[in-house]
């Protein structure tokens, strides 16, 4: 199915540094979602983007919309160890006025040495 | 106020085998969407209903079906199973009207 763009696949990094992620599609989005996940458990939700050039932050995170609508990056600051996990794009369509489908990249997986 | 609740959260299954999982949904939300998690495809969307009623569908094969009731419960269905079907079974629900989507724990399925 179709999926989107999701970079990097992985990262190791130290705890306190700053961390960039993003998602690219060819597709056009009305709605952009960032989920973590951790292992055994169901995608928790973290920002939620709904128009065009919108930066939204959530405590040491912050998400864009990207201008074409085309792509979106989370920022974490300052990373500590609990922000390990895998961590999850989402862009949702609309069909003819309703809301559609989450459509998903394959994830990042973050890592935080202490 | 309670999340989404999907049972069960762990079974294993034979090959040809059939299998239902339950989902219930934040309370007054109506809709209802199913998701298949796998190492290698990532997060699939399966379907959603609304009201009762299919609203999307993903690219499944007819083995996957679901349904949902008039209290907004919804149940999946998968019929004859095969190794593949193996997954982290995802239900979400959603306001009405709202565009945000929170997901349950997931049903672990593993076909032997």
């Known amino acids: 199915g179709q999926q989107l763009n999701q970079s990097p696949q992985s990262m190791f990094i130290q705890e306190g540094e700053d961390v960039s992620m993003n998602c690219t599609s060819s597709?056009?989005?009305?709605?952009w979602l960032w989920y973590k996940q951790d292992p055994g458990e169901g995608p928790v939700l973290l920002i939620a983007?709904?128009?065009?050039?919108e930066l939204t932050s959530n405590g040491r995170l912050t998400a864009q919309f990207g201008i074409t609508r085309k792509d979106s990056f989370l920022n974490i600051s300052a990373s500590i160890p609990s922000d390990v996990g895998i961590y999850f794009c989402a862009g949702q369509l609309w069909y003819g006025g309703s809301q559609g489908n989450l459509i998903f990249g394959k994830g990042t997986k973050l890592s935080v040495k202490p | 106020k309670a999340g989404v609740t999907q049972t069960p959260r762990y079974l294993i299954k034979t090959r040809g085998q059939q299998v239902t999982l339950s989902c219930s949904p934040i309370?007054?939300?109506?809709?209802v969407s199913w998701y298949q998690q796998t190492p290698g495809q990532g997060l699939q969307f399966l379907f959603e209903y609304f009201s009762e009623t299919q609203r999307n569908k993903g690219n499944f094969p007819g083995r996957f079906s679901g349904r949902q009731f008039s209290n907004s419960r919804s149940e999946m269905n998968v019929s004859t199973l095969e190794l593949g079907d193996s997954a982290l079974y995802l239900c979400?629900?959603?306001?009405?009207?709202?565009?945000?989507?929170?997901f349950g724990e997931g049903s672990w399925l593993t076909v032997v």
């Open positions: 597709s056009i989005f009305n709605t």
């Open positions: 983007l709904y128009k065009a050039g």
């Open positions: 979400a629900s959603r306001r009405d009207s709202g565009n945000t989507i929170y």
């Open positions: 309370s007054g939300h109506r809709s």
